[in-house]
């Protein structure tokens, strides 16, 4: 596996946000892709994303071999919902290392839930997916979404060699669509891509990110 820059790196905060001001739009009223329930929300926050995201998920779609859809799980992840998530992730790291300096807890999370304050989801940039044949069923991905790196032996990491051939071959049907649409992968979870935030440009050298962190109600 190459080297993979982690969403806490310096480089990553340190690329400016230049907002499009492009609204936040719910994917359930796009018929082309189906959303999967398990993140659902009391606002139905997850099923949101960015205009100029969800057309580029479905070219994605568009793309994929006969028979094989996107399954949609979860998109906009509200600020402070994020932040909840990575406290509790960072705190059970602390738990399991007692030792470790609080830079190494918050590298560490940062593998599996990103920084609040740079987080894809918050800016509705990003989207937790896999795929399922003609008949709904989930493929064969080498884990479960949202996967830890504890829990998966690193398994979760796209680019992991402890998985199935078949499970390898899948994901090498979903990046490619999602890539050819112009998203890009958070190489340490399989399920997640993103287009125009922070991570995005530092990945396509972009200049800047087109989408910051969004509030739902705008």
Not at 7 to 33: F, I, N, Q, T
Not at 57 to 68: N, T
Not at 92 to 107: I, K, N, S, T, Y
Not at 111 to 117: A, I, K
Request: charged share 25%.
């Amino acid at each position: 596996m190459s080297e993979i820059v982690l969403m806490s790196d310096p480089k990553v905060a340190a690329l400016p946000v230049r907002e499009c001001g492009e609204p936040l739009v719910d994917v359930r009223r796009d018929s082309h892709l189906l959303v999967d329930g398990r993140k659902q929300d009391s606002d139905g926050a997850f099923a949101y994303l960015r205009e100029g995201v969800l057309n580029r998920l479905v070219r994605a779609q568009e793309l994929l071999p006969s028979g094989l859809r996107l399954l949609f799980v979860e998109g906009y992840r509200p600020p402070a919902l994020q932040r909840r998530y990575f406290d509790e992730y960072a705190a059970e790291l602390r738990a399991e290392h007692p030792r470790w300096l609080a830079d190494q807890v918050h590298g560490a999370a940062s593998r599996y839930v990103s920084p609040p304050e740079i987080a894809p989801h918050s800016a509705g940039a990003a989207v937790d997916l896999t795929l399922v044949d003609a008949d709904g069923h989930e493929l064969d991905m080498g884990t479960r979404m949202n996967a830890s790196p504890e829990e998966s032996a690193g398994a979760c990491y796209t680019g992991a060699d402890n998985i199935s051939a078949e499970a390898r071959s899948h994901r090498a049907v979903l990046s490619a669509a999602l890539t050819a649409a112009g998203l890009v992968n958070y190489p340490t979870e399989w399920w997640h891509w993103s287009y125009g935030d922070r991570y995005w440009a530092l990945a396509t050298r972009a200049e800047a990110a087109d989408y910051g962190p969004t509030d739902l109600s705008r």
